[in-house]
């Protein structure tokens, strides 16, 4: 069975990042029709930082008073060490001159779609369909086809173009054979949610910490609700062990040096991957967020980078629609959101991740003794800010031609 109706983007995929471009194309008249894969709008506990420039983007697409009002302001942020304590600590006051945001906002990301679904509900000509799993893409001269597992058998759904944000196991990419270079860390992240007083523990500590460690790193993030506590595993413990109750309350007992940190609301465990894709375009198909990228969440770069990836591709895919630009204008979003993958947050995350999990005494002292002279040096800490809040590479990737 198919459908014969062309005239409109396919966006495959109902993410953050497919979610942006749905509402960033919906927004210039085009029409989409956006196929998610599960039954509902995805709910899961993910992502929960959004850095100054993606915030930026969210007021342009009428987004951002939800996660600002609902959201937690974190403008401080540090690098600590679990034994000397506090290595450096930066505030996004710095950059006040650089952004009308200059701080984090922690909210977790399905806060955010559900903001999204709900304005798209407001645009009769984007047709959004759940239990629409894409398998595959295909294209000729003048347009681009998705082959699709629906509740009523399998159906072929056309369009001009198709965006690819269907995640790192994306179907999409695979089917055009694009590669997806990088590597796998021999660790995992164990994470859970608590409603314990990490404050109270940790008086000095600040709503985003790195606390790094030779034997078992911790990420701390403060949201609304309660912090996620992210630990390195364990070697020779499985997942399911790593996510047991007593496991977990006994582990976070030993890092906050008193009981009753209990698990609330979240608990989950994953590898860290660093992988780009070869291209972001193939013809009428081009990929974005997860589907192009994946990185360490050391630094909350992930859904902010795919988010940035959806407002570039929807501008240029508008001017191409309107008749303002040809389709080299893809090529051009290649170049653009792939030098942010590899120059900038790639090299960002490794290095974030390479400060926790430092194990030579000696590297582990020079790297600490560089924090600190980057966030005692107004200059360097002006650049390093500007950096990690993903402002420079953005800035630098939109003006390459």
């Known amino acids: 069975m198919s459908d014969s109706n062309h005239n409109r983007i396919i966006v495959v995929g109902g993410g953050p990042a497919g979610l942006i471009a749905t509402l960033a194309l919906a927004q210039q008249d085009i029409p989409i029709l956006m196929l998610e894969a599960q039954p509902s709008p995805v709910d899961h506990r993910r992502a929960t930082t959004f850095h100054p420039p993606t915030l930026e983007y969210l007021r342009q697409l009428g987004a951002v008073d939800s996660v600002i009002e609902n959201g937690l302001i974190t403008p401080i942020w540090q690098f600590r060490d679990r034994k000397e304590g506090l290595v450096a600590e930066f505030d996004l006051a710095a950059i006040k001159d650089e952004t009308d945001y200059p701080y984090r906002v922690q909210y977790e990301q399905m806060n955010l779609n559900t903001v999204l679904f709900r304005m798209l509900g407001d645009y009769s000509h984007v047709d959004i369909r759940f239990a629409h799993e894409v398998q595959s893409a295909e294209q000729d001269a003048d347009s681009a086809s998705v082959r699709v597992d629906t509740p009523d058998g399998e159906q ?9 944000a269907d995640g790192a196991r994306s179907n999409i990419r695979r089917s055009l054979d694009i590669g997806f270079e990088g590597f ?4 995992k992240i164990v ?20 606390i790094s460690d030779p034997d078992e790193w911790c990420v ?7 912090w996620r506590v992210s630990f390195s595993s364990r070697d020779g413990e499985d997942d399911e062990t790593a996510l047991r109750d007593d496991i977990a309350e006994a582990r976070m007992a030993a890092f906050f040096g008193q009981a009753g940190a209990t698990v609330a609301l979240q608990r989950s465990i994953w ?17 974005a967020g997860d589907a192009a990228h994946i990185n360490s969440p050391m630094g909350g770069m992930g859904m902010n980078s795919g988010v ?12 191409i629609w309107r008749g303002e630009a040809d389709e080299s204008e893809l090529d051009r979003y290649t170049r653009q959101r792939r030098y942010v993958a590899l120059e900038d947050v790639r090299e960002q995350t490794i290095r974030n991740t390479r400060f926790l999990n430092e194990k030579d ?8 003794d560089a ?6 040096d107004p200059e360097k800490r002006h650049a390093f800010l500007m950096d990690s809040s993903m402002l420079a590479g953005l800035r630098t990737a939109n003006a390459m031609a």
């Open 220 to 226: 701390l993030l403060q949201l609304p609700e309660y």
């Open 271 to 287: 590898r860290i991957h660093q992988r780009v894709a070869n291209v972001f375009r193939k013809g009428r198909i081009a990929l």
């Open 191 to 210: 994470q859970y949610g608590t409603h314990f007083d990490v404050g109270a523990a940790l008086p000095d500590v600040s709503g985003v910490a790195y």
């Open 361 to 368: 005494p000696a590297a582990r002292r020079e790297s600490h």
């Open 156 to 164: 072929t759904f056309k369009g001009r173009y198709v965006i690819g």
């Open 371 to 376: 924090m600190r002279g980057t966030a005692e």
């Open 308 to 319: 940035h990836d959806a407002m570039n591709l929807a501008d240029k895919l508008g001017r």
């Open 184 to 187: 796998t860390y021999e660790d």
